[in-house]
């Protein structure tokens, strides 16, 4: 590969000041080690990752609780006032659970209801397409490599990148109402129309990280043995039948795999839509994410409280989604543990 | 090219079309136009000037319409091809327009105005490539800012998220402590908190650490990467401890055993966790856009961001620094794509 | 010097216990091999010694210095690892160097000592390559030259040659036999091959479910075997057993009958002989057994299967009240699967062990 020699010679140049480092920091560290052994060495390399982690990961969601129970602008968690469960009640609270207008946070409810459908939407295309993706890159292809890569292109495109690309094409005078203009059609206000501006937010997302899913797929489709489908073939099954009998269910564990993935990460769907769209028109395209950045954060007035409540009852969702995919995928490693 | 065609199509076997072979190239093909085609559009389009960006409908390369600069006029006049009453086509410098008829001046002989109907005359065009798209941001705007901020974001946080979640793997991968496995639940349960979900609190950290308005305050807390930990730690499973124990009887103190034995060996590890690193934090958006404030701070995302979002949006600056935002990552993509996507397939990390 | 004392060591892993009771003397320069089958803690045994893990119970003493708190870096022991374990990174001189430069050596004698331990090993043109690039013959050089270079007290050695094949293990014996003689430093040898234990040991450390059975020189392993677990697991083919009784002590050993109606003086001392009484097994070396002649006292069997080698013939065979029996006949007898053959022994070399397996007598 090209970029290996890049690789190596970047790696050399860097690795002798490096080097001199790590020796330098030797004698002192052999000093620790005589005196702590090797749990206290263990330790000593944990520290630093357990740190942040603690820092930056674990104190944060525990104050996120105490956050979430109080009210005010003040950021600091001491000069905030303690109103227990009130920001839920007011996260909550609707006069009639069908019509979001009737609720007190009725933006919420408004971004909570988009994203639901967003996620029902946009994992069940993502999905599909997916799968469509990773069973063609199955098949015997030439260049099999480089198809491949082509669909894992977007994946690594930043989410402001994609927004912009998408806003440029998407826009009244863009690419894609030329192409419609040529077919003779009507130009479409892809980004100022709410139906149309929540389509363009799914299907941008399905394109960004369609690939990436596509790709877990095709590992799982990989591994399935060579001589089942060969014995199917001896046995004169007919292909949609190997696909529903054989394919699909030996896929199982990685399609639950991308499902869940794709879920937890559709639930946080933020910056690609929001660059896109900035969460309109109006808010028809603003989601849960884009609730609590604008709450806690972006607006005049903050509400740092509201913000961590949501962000909890999000939250809570994602575990859910998470404590399934350990659970689905505890039971396909068992259903597996004959092999 | 029909000899490519026939040797990218030939079947296996030699056996006739089957229509899943035609669904197979078509969902192939559209593919590489749905995925290409858009960032392709956007890298043409970031050479086109103002005007040629406004056009409708947009021409595939960048033109301008020509121009000269004509005896007694300041400005260069934009030429255009007339046809005259005789059939013959000239070229002539347009002074001023009015209504529907155009003044225009025969650049040779430029004491002679003629009045011409703007329907007998076509703009002359050639392409030109704006590059002042990709060099005023620079000097003229805050950009160079930016880039430098996201390149020492991106290298600084890569750096240590090798160096943190390294050292942490090995612990766990090497040594037998009390305690071990739950920091190992502990980390796989970091997995279930991602940075949105703990913005508020995380912020105020930060905050209260004098980190708002740092870039370390965007580096920090993305460093300790679960995802990190566990790759490196499954392939530091894979060295032998007998390795480890022939260090120790070699006199090796434990540092040099993580830095001289496992680290090298982990290199193809580390290499995919740093290519991922440099692709996460060069595209950050959420977190620096809360962390940095100060527009002299903003990463390349944040500030991108920024001025697209401005009521005028001036749309050529804008897409040429997308491209040259986009440039890292595509160059990650063509050198070090097929490092990435078996990494994703023995993994499944992102 | 590399005096080398056990002294009570006990090792366990949570409640299991893996090793114990271990007391043992290895005196300077010589070879002492740990043999037993698989898991029977040898190789914790040796990790003990190296500083490793740490026992639980017990003493390590090297040159009478108590080390049990001494790491392994400090022992002043090297040890070569069954899967070599060489540093793939590093090139066949980085691998010797990297211990010697640990202890920060001078350059110079760090070449030095590579430059002898290549020519005494034969690896002098490989010193440049990374160990990925060597057959398995010469990483198992590279790796012992990684032991040498280090000049240590004492070797320990890991199973060194069980991942090579047949036929180099046999040379690397040899060769490493040859090395002892010449190095004369104490070595500590790993196997769970009893044919490299006995071509290599001055002395035999048989262990089983971590206990020692038995240490000795490997002929005395051989003609005495302490019980019947060593007089089972030394020897190949395995010895034959026989169920037998004590019919009366004589006045140098025991008249012992077996095998319907064979009856045999076995050699014991006094004391032992006038204890013992009732049951006992009997142990017959196939190698002891031949074709019985006119007159010999002999016994029936039913030959099941023959595996002729050419040089000798193992014959199994049952005999008239069910016991499998085993014989290594010299040559090419001819004799066929479903014969009845007749079997004598020699008198002189019987084994018998009492009810607990205990070596009771023999000659």
């Known amino acids: 590969m090209a970029a290996q020699p890049i690789l190596k010679k970047a790696g050399t140049a860097l690795a002798a000041p490096v080097a001199w480092l790590a020796a330098l920091i030797d004698p002192p560290l052999r000093g620790l080690q005589k005196a702590t052994g090797l749990n206290g060495m263990a330790a000593f390399f944990l520290a630093p990752n357990m740190a942040i982690f603690g820092i930056f990961v674990l104190f944060p969601l525990v104050i996120n609780f105490a956050y979430s129970m109080t009210g005010g602008s003040a950021l600091f968690l001491e000069q905030r006032t303690y109103v227990g469960t009130e920001q839920y009640e007011r996260l909550l609270t609707c006069g009639n659970y069908l019509d979001k207008q009737s609720c007190t946070e009725d933006l919420f409810w408004n971004a909570a209801g988009n994203t639901a459908v967003f996620v029902l939407f946009q994992v069940a295309l993502m999905t599909v397409f997916a799968m469509i993706t990773a069973l063609i890159l199955n098949r015997e292809l030439r260049g099999r490599g480089f198809w491949r890569a082509v669909f894992f292109f977007p994946v690594l495109l930043s989410p402001v990148v994609v927004g912009l690309i998408w806003r440029w094409i998407l826009q009244r005078q863009g690419l894609l109402n030329y192409l419609l203009h040529q077919v003779g059609m009507e130009p479409v206000l892809w980004l100022t129309d709410r139906f149309w501006a929540f389509a363009a937010a799914i299907m941008v997302s399905v394109w960004a990280h369609m690939g990436f899913y596509a790709l877990i797929l095709l590992a799982g489709l990989q591994a399935i043995p060579k001589d089942l489908y060969e014995a199917a073939e001896m046995d004169g099954t007919r292909p949609a039948r190997v696909f529903w009998r054989i394919t699909l269910p030996l896929l199982m564990p990685n399609l639950i795999v991308v499902v869940v993935l794709a879920l937890i990460r559709a639930v946080q769907i933020f910056d690609e839509v929001y660059v896109l769209t900035g969460g309109g028109p109006g808010t028809s395209t603003m989601f849960l994410t884009q609730y609590i950045y604008e709450i806690g954060f972006a607006q005049l007035i903050r509400n740092p409280g509201l913000a961590a409540a949501a962000s909890i009852l999000m939250g809570a969702v994602l575990v859910v989604l998470t404590l399934l995919q350990l659970a689905a995928s505890r039971r396909s490693q068992n259903a597996g543990g004959g092999k | ?350 | 010097m590399g005096r080398i004392t056990l002294d009570g060591i006990a090792k366990a892993y949570g409640s299991v216990d893996v090793l114990g009771d271990i007391d043992l003397k290895i005196d300077d320069g010589e070879l002492v091999v740990f043999v037993g089958p698989s898991g029977c803690g040898k190789s914790t045994l040796l990790r003990l010694i190296a500083g490793l893990d740490k026992p639980t119970a017990g003493e390590i003493r090297i040159d009478g210095a108590v080390v049990n708190r001494v790491p392994a870096a400090d022992r002043g022991l090297a040890m070569v690892f069954q899967s070599y374990a060489l540093y793939p990174h590093m090139s066949v001189r980085g691998n010797m160097a990297f211990g010697l430069e640990n202890s920060h050596m001078p350059r110079k004698e760090i070449e030095a000592r590579i430059a002898e331990a290549a020519r005494m090993l034969e690896i002098g043109p490989y010193l440049d390559r990374r160990p990925g690039q060597l057959s398995g013959g010469q990483r198992q050089r590279v790796a012992i030259g990684r032991a040498i270079v280090r000049n240590p007290t004492a070797f320990l050695l890991d199973e060194p040659l069980s991942n090579l094949d047949a036929e180099l293990r046999v040379t690397m014996r040899a060769e490493l036999a040859a090395l002892h003689a010449r190095l004369k430093t104490t070595m500590i040898y790993v196997t769970h091959d009893q044919v490299e234990a006995m071509t290599l040991a001055d002395r035999i450390v048989v262990l089983r479910a971590g206990r020692i059975e038995q240490v000795d020189t490997p002929l005395n392993l051989f003609n005495k075997p302490a019980n019947l677990f060593v007089a089972g697991f030394i020897g190949a083919p395995n010895m034959n057993f026989f169920p037998g009784t004590v019919d009366a002590a004589l006045p140098d050993g025991l008249s012992v009958s077996f095998l319907d109606g064979q009856s045999a003086p076995v050699k014991a001392d006094p004391g032992v002989a006038a204890a013992a009484s009732g049951a006992l097994t009997l142990g017959i070396r196939p190698q002891h057994l031949h074709l019985a002649q006119e007159g010999e006292p002999q016994f029936p069997v039913t030959v099941t299967l023959v595996e002729a080698l050419g040089a000798e013939t193992v014959v199994h065979g049952v005999t008239g009240g069910g016991a499998r029996v085993l014989a290594v006949l010299p040559g090419q007898p001819e004799i066929a699967k479903g014969d009845a053959v007749a079997l004598s022994y020699k008198r002189d070399l019987l084994h018998a062990f009492d009810g607990d397996g205990i070596r009771l007598a023999g000659n």
């Open chain 2, 1 to 350: 090219m029909t000899r490519v065609a026939a040797f990218l199509l030939r079947r296996r076997g030699g056996k006739g079309w089957h229509w899943t072979d035609v669904f197979t190239w078509m969902w192939l093909i559209g593919g590489v136009v749905l995925m290409f085609g858009p960032a392709v559009w956007l890298a043409g389009s970031s050479f086109k000037s103002p005007a040629a960006l406004a056009e409708f409908p947009p021409s595939i390369l960048p033109y301008v319409t020509a121009e000269a600069t004509v005896e007694g006029y300041e400005k260069p006049l934009p030429l255009y091809r007339v046809a005259g009453e005789d059939g013959e086509t000239r070229i002539l410098a347009q002074v001023r327009r009015i209504g529907i008829v155009a003044q225009m001046v025969d650049p040779k002989a430029p004491g002679e105005i003629v009045k011409v109907n703007i329907a007998d005359r076509t703009p002359v065009r050639e392409i030109s490539f704006a590059t002042e798209n990709y060099t005023e941001p620079f000097l003229h705007f805050d950009f160079f800012l930016y880039l430098r901020n996201s390149l020492f974001v991106t290298l600084m946080a890569t750096l240590i998220t090798l160096v943190t979640n390294s050292m942490a793997a090995f612990a766990l991968s090497k040594y037998q402590f009390r305690g071990r496995s739950f920091v190992m639940l502990l980390i796989l349960a970091t997995l279930m908190v991602p940075l949105s979900v703990i913005l508020v609190p995380l912020y105020s950290i930060i905050s209260a650490m004098g980190l708002f308005n740092s870039l370390w305050g965007v580096i920090l807390p993305t460093v300790a990467t679960p995802t990190g930990v566990f790759l490196l730690r499954q392939y530091m499973l894979t060295i032998p401890d007998e390795l480890i124990d022939a260090a120790r009887m070699d006199r090796a103190s434990e540092w040099q055993i993580y830095w001289r034995i496992v680290l090298p060996l982990t290199a193809p590890a580390l290499a995919v966790l740093a290519i991922f690193s440099v692709v996460w934090r060069w595209n950050d958006f959420l977190w620096p856009l809360i962390v940095l404030s100060r527009k002299e701070l903003y990463t390349l995302q944040v500030g991108l961001n920024t001025y697209a979002g401005e009521l005028n949006v001036q749309w050529h600056y804008i897409l040429a620094m997308t491209v040259v935002t986009m440039l890292p990552v595509v160059l990650v993509f063509v050198f070090l794509q097929r490092f990435i996507t078996t990494g994703i397939a023995g993994s499944g990390l992102k």
